[in-house]
């Protein structure tokens, strides 16, 4: 792969997507991707009015799609990936992402669903559920979004812990926000939001610049975003597609130096 600009500006757009083993693969389970995955004061402000460049970025980015990703860990296959956009009749817009992995006895199969608005330019999470199934502890949460009340409400699952926060996101809905953000000017995001857990988290992230990817899906030009973490032992990397509607293209985790999980992009069917 070669890096390129620090800025890893593209211009162009076409088309636009964890768990609890043993040792082995500590992150392989609890990695959901895209809970690892999951994912300021982004320089978001949403006190601040949204300027019409941001607004129509949010439109234009905001598209249904489907796109499929082959899940591996060391270079062995270990499982799949999905994830779906699509705009409901009311306007709303309804975001799930799956992850299925296996390695060796274990298994472990999450899924994540949001229905969100965009408002002013900024993904307005509404009800987030999360569920993961297989070895070890079974998982669920679900949360409503209460804007009036300026608060979130456990629905179901594990308690929630979580003080209100303007711009409030959840670890499905993080990975749109930033897809979103990726595509303009600045070079660092922080985003609060409500983990899988139900409780506070801040999810920080630092453009890196732009590499050459050869996918299961072709050959990509990508930007690559990593995630910021207090320390150096667990690494996560995103890369977004410029071309491809800054698509989330591949994500990989290295813990110790280790790659413990990898997606790259299989498929991709813009509606």
């Given at each position: 792969?070669?890096?390129?600009?620090?800025?890893?500006?593209?211009?162009?757009?076409?088309?636009?997507?964890?768990?609890?083993?043993?040792?082995?693969?500590?992150?392989?389970?609890q990695t959901s991707l895209f809970a690892a995955v999951l994912?300021?004061?982004?320089?978001?402000?949403?006190?601040?009015?949204a300027s019409k460049d941001q607004v129509e970025m949010a439109d234009s980015l905001t598209k249904p799609y489907h796109a499929h990703y082959v899940l591996s860990r060391r270079g062995t296959e270990r499982g799949?990936?999905?994830?779906?956009?699509?705009?409901?009749?009311?306007?709303?817009?309804?975001?799930?992402?799956?992850?299925?992995?296996?390695?060796?006895?274990?298994?472990?199969?999450?899924e994540n669903e949001t229905f969100f608005r965009i408002e002013e330019g900024r993904v307005k999470p509404?009800?987030?559920?999360?569920?993961?199934?297989?070895?070890?502890?079974?998982?669920?949460?679900?949360?409503?979004?209460d804007y009036d009340n300026q608060e979130v409400v456990s629905e179901g699952g594990d308690d929630v812990n979580v003080e209100w926060h303007d711009g409030l996101l959840d670890p499905n809905a993080v990975l749109h926000q930033l897809q979103i953000d990726v595509a303009g000017d600045a070079d660092s995001w922080t985003y609060p939001l409500v983990d899988e857990s139900g409780d506070y988290?801040?999810?920080?992230?630092?453009?890196?610049?732009?590499?050459?990817?050869?996918?299961?899906?072709?050959?990509?030009?990508?930007?690559?975003?990593?995630r910021v973490r207090d320390h150096n032992r667990r690494q996560t990397l995103f890369w977004f597609a410029p071309e491809l509607n800054y698509t989330l293209v591949k994500m990989q985790q290295i813990e110790d130096d280790r790659e413990q999980l990898q997606i790259q992009l299989t498929d991709l069917d813009m509606n």
């Open positions: 792969m070669q890096l390129k600009d620090s800025k890893g500006r593209l211009s162009g757009q076409t088309a636009h997507f964890p768990v609890a083993m043993p040792r082995l693969s500590n992150t392989l389970l994912a300021v004061s982004a320089m978001v402000l949403p006190a601040k009015a799949e990936a999905q994830r779906v956009l699509e705009q409901k009749e009311d306007g709303q817009w309804r975001y799930f992402t799956s992850t299925r992995a296996r390695l060796l006895v274990f298994s472990d199969r999450r509404l009800i987030f559920d999360y569920s993961r199934e297989g070895t070890g502890s079974n998982r669920a949460l679900r949360v409503r979004f988290r801040d999810y920080e992230f630092a453009r890196h610049g732009t590499e050459t990817l050869k996918l299961p899906f072709g050959e990509v030009e990508a930007i690559r975003v990593d």
